[in-house]
């Protein structure tokens, strides 16, 4: 990882850290974990990358925090490069419009789940990942490791306890659609998958660069291809249609670019063919989202004019 002061995204981030600093209300962190509850809304990073790998940052961008719901961005693109269109029989691609934990829908659609990324999809993605890799957590964190180029990206296990501690609405969602047939390993061994997944801690400046191939049309950090041009377009779809939730139609509105946040507090944002970012602080809005996170997005896309728009 390279840094450079001088070129252009530097005081752009600058410039958004101040504003940021002024902000008064920035939500109330995640508290159906205590690991969570105890985060300070006041916290906030927030990272840049470019396509080579050149990285700028301001205020806590190389500080850890709990990734969650962001990791399904990887998973989903690791699933899709193992197995391709017929992933798309298990997990839809249409915003849900409700709530990332919400049931209601399975039912109505056979324990097919909306989209990857509400918790139900991503139960189906890392149930498929699974079974593609017989080991979801660790393929997605030798993945995570090495497009960041930080070895020591890890999962924290008392994160991936207290998820399973207060994991009740997730096994019903698990439960229920297997007894659709729309899971194929144990419940209890993807359930424990999920939770080490969601626990995953890593810094800004990790996730800006690990989501660096969706900026590369499906190309990772070596070169290599992960996804095919048009699978990478369709990964940056689903984000824009489905990656904040029922709050996508607006951050589609306010930031103009693919992106997927997690209760953690974290938001990454593509713009294809140009850089990828990361932004972070744990006070969320009544929809599970960063306040400063998309607020920090949305000021960089009308400051500097980079959107998908
Ligand atoms: N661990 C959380 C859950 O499964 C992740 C949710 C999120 O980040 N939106 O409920």
């Given at each position: 990882?390279?840094?450079?002061?001088?070129?252009?995204?530097?005081?752009?981030?600058?410039?958004?850290?101040?504003?940021?600093?002024?902000?008064?209300?920035?939500?109330?962190?995640?508290?159906?974990?205590?690991?969570?509850?105890?985060?300070?809304?006041?916290?906030?990073?927030?990272?840049?990358?470019?396509?080579?790998?050149?990285?700028?940052?301001?205020?806590?961008?190389?500080?850890?925090?709990?990734?969650?719901?962001v990791t399904k961005v990887f998973t989903l693109a690791?699933?899709?490069?193992?197995?391709?269109?017929?992933?798309?029989?298990?997990?839809?691609?249409?915003?849900?419009?409700?709530?990332?934990?919400?049931?209601?829908?399975?039912?109505?659609?056979?324990?097919?789940?909306?989209?990857?990324?509400?918790?139900?999809?991503?139960?189906?993605?890392?149930?498929?990942?699974?079974?593609?890799?017989?080991?979801?957590?660790?393929?997605?964190?030798?993945?995570?490791?090495?497009?960041?180029?930080?070895?020591?990206?890890?999962?924290?296990?008392?994160?991936?306890?207290?998820?399973?501690?207060?994991?009740?609405?997730?096994?019903?969602?698990?439960?229920?659609?297997?007894?659709?047939?729309?899971?194929?390993?144990?419940?209890?061994?993807?359930?424990?998958?999920?939770?080490?997944?969601?626990?995953?801690?890593?810094?800004?400046?990790?996730?800006?660069?690990?989501t660096?191939?969706?900026?590369?049309?499906?190309?990772?950090?070596?070169?290599?291809?992960?996804?095919?041009?048009?699978?990478?377009?369709?990964v940056?779809?689903?984000m824009?249609?489905?990656g904040?939730?029922?709050?996508?139609?607006?951050?589609?509105?306010?930031?103009?670019?693919?992106?997927k946040?997690?209760?953690?507090?974290?938001?990454v944002?593509?713009?294809?063919?140009?850089?990828?970012?990361?932004?972070?602080?744990?006070?969320?809005?009544?929809?599970?989202?960063?306040?400063?996170?998309?607020?920090?997005?949305?000021?960089?896309?009308?400051?500097?004019?980079?959107?998908?728009?």
């Amino acid at each position: 990882m390279t840094t450079n002061a001088t070129t252009s995204f530097q005081p752009v981030l600058d410039r958004i850290a101040e504003e940021i600093a002024e902000l008064t209300d920035r939500g109330t962190p995640a508290d159906y974990i205590p690991a969570l509850a105890a985060g300070d809304p006041t916290d906030f990073g927030m990272a840049v990358a470019e396509l080579d790998g050149t990285v700028y940052g301001v205020g806590d961008w190389r500080r850890p925090f709990s990734t969650q719901s962001v990791t399904k961005v990887f998973t989903l693109a690791l699933a899709l490069a193992g197995e391709g269109d017929a992933l798309w029989a298990h997990v839809g691609r249409e915003p849900s419009g409700d709530p990332f934990n919400s049931l209601v829908q399975l039912e109505y659609e056979n324990g097919i789940p909306r989209n990857p990324f509400i918790n139900a999809g991503a139960l189906v993605v890392t149930d498929r990942l699974h079974r593609l890799t017989g080991d979801a957590s660790g393929s997605l964190l030798g993945f995570l490791r090495a497009e960041s180029g930080n070895p020591d990206l890890a999962f924290d296990t008392d994160v991936a306890a207290s998820e399973a501690a207060h994991g009740d609405r997730n096994a019903a969602l698990a439960h229920f659609m297997a007894s659709y047939g729309n899971i194929t390993g144990p419940v209890p061994d993807l359930l424990r998958e999920y939770f080490r997944q969601c626990s995953l801690e890593a810094s800004c400046a990790d996730l800006a660069l690990a989501t660096g191939f969706l900026a590369r049309h499906g190309l990772r950090a070596d070169g290599s291809r992960l996804l095919t041009r048009s699978q990478a377009k369709q990964v940056n779809a689903v984000m824009l249609t489905c990656g904040t939730y029922d709050a996508a139609g607006d951050f589609a509105y306010r930031v103009g670019l693919p992106g997927k946040s997690g209760v953690g507090g974290a938001v990454v944002a593509v713009v294809p063919g140009r850089c990828t970012l990361c932004v972070w602080s744990p006070g969320l809005d009544d929809r599970g989202n960063s306040v400063a996170g998309v607020t920090a997005l949305d000021r960089f896309t009308t400051i500097t004019g980079l959107s998908v728009f």
